[in-house]
């Protein structure tokens, strides 16, 4: 391990800007973008003549980019202690080649760029929880009470789009999304400089020890396949919830709902991880979206959609507070960027664009009957989660 002591910086700076206000900006601005473009991203392609079965396709090779870039970036930070500075780089990458789609036109060019965003944008969020889960570990600051903020930024910002869109043509939505990257590209400046400790060479590539410890490769996989049962909800909420007649505002309530479900968890974070451990975490988040995503294909009924987007609370918040405390107990320091790029590339990644990919294909054949698929990879990660419980004592299961 690197002895190598942390740049110190100057008193002035560091009491303008504490660890935690810098890890609040930056989930901020990262979910401040996400806001947009996870659930509009979809309606501005679609309006530029992208069907159903390319849509999904277009969506799944963008998160199948983060196979490529977030391991490689990831090992290579261990390596060195770095965090920020390649933070800044991918969100500088990110913005330029996001800026293309302003002339861009056409299926083709339209996954090309697709794909080199994925490549740019997927390790900048592992990087800030990377720094987040150090600044817990130390006792900083609560993860959950910095992490809220991301989900507090994706509401406010997911409300507000949907309200400038309501009447107004979807071409409004790329300029939004620039703008957010661009905002995001500031906090990856702001994210704490110091160092975390380096892997030791001697040991091994990160990425290798932690993919030959079958434990954590379970832990991916069900934490992925239960994380993928979303795939239906990002790529056609937004386009079916339109077919039923309700109005982008409305869509906009709705995400926004979802989201103050998330903020509640991770305000009472500190509580729920005294009483709760992280796989129980994790598997009330998969159990729940057995009960959410079968009854989303089985009603169009608003009261009944307002019930089940108070499950994101369970499926999405509690699941990530689980996987993120798994992380943090399981993994050394040393090797956290790494486990944070793997869990990135194979839950939001390959995974994720395995569902979203077929998540295309079956709502162009079934409509909203997809969900009932959702729900299986749901039963599936629950499964795993029970599996991964016999298994796991709480321990760090790869030395330091």
Known sequence: MSSTPPPAESPARAGRLSPRLRISFFYGAYFAMSGIHLPFWPVWLSARGVGPGELGLMLGVAAWARVLASPLVGNL???????????IWCAGASLLVAAQFLWAD???PFLALSILFGLAWSPILPFGESLALAGARIGQFDYGRVRVWGSVSFMLVN???GLALTGRPPELILPLVLAGI??????CHLLPAERLPAARRESGQPVGRLLAEPRFLLFILAVGLAGASHAGYYAFSAI????????????GLLWAEGV???????????QLLRRLAPLNLLLIGAAAGLVRWPLMAASESLALLVLLQGLHALTFAAAHLGAMQ???RAVPPALSASAQSLYSTFVAGILMGLALLFAGQLYGSLGAGAYYVMGA??????????WLRRHWTGAAIIPD
């Open 77 to 87: 930070a261990d390596l060195s202690g770095e965090r920020r500075r390649p933070a």
């Open 182 to 187: 661009a905002l995001c590209l500031l906090a």
């Open 106 to 108: 056409g299926f083709w």
């Open 159 to 161: 409300l507000g789009a």
């Open 377 to 386: 990879l749901s039963g599936l990660g629950t499964l795993g989660i029970l």
């Open 326 to 328: 798994f992380l943090a």
């Open 240 to 251: 079916e919830w339109r077919r039923i007649g309700l109005e982008p505002w409305l869509i």
């Open 260 to 270: 103050l479900a998330e903020i509640a968890v991770f305000i009472l974070a500190p």
